[in-house]
């Protein structure tokens, strides 16, 4: 069984944006860090780009039988 993972794009210092995506028990809850950006984006939208493309790997990932 797979937990929920949810990307979230936040603002670490004025106009230096971080991707994360956290893994949550089944009811959604307890999140931790499941894998983060190495660097900071100079914007919301490619932060967000990044992180939605990591979240598409790791969901290719899963439907592989990789994790």
Request: proline fraction near 4%.
């Amino acid at each position: 069984m797979t937990h929920p993972i949810e990307l979230t794009v936040t603002e670490s210092a004025p106009g230096s944006f971080v991707w994360r995506l956290l893994e949550t028990d089944a009811n959604g809850g307890h999140p931790t860090v499941f894998r983060s950006a190495y660097d900071a984006f100079d914007s919301y939208e490619l932060a967000l780009a990044a992180g939605q493309r990591a979240l598409h790997s790791e969901i290719r990932n899963i439907a592989a039988g990789a994790h």
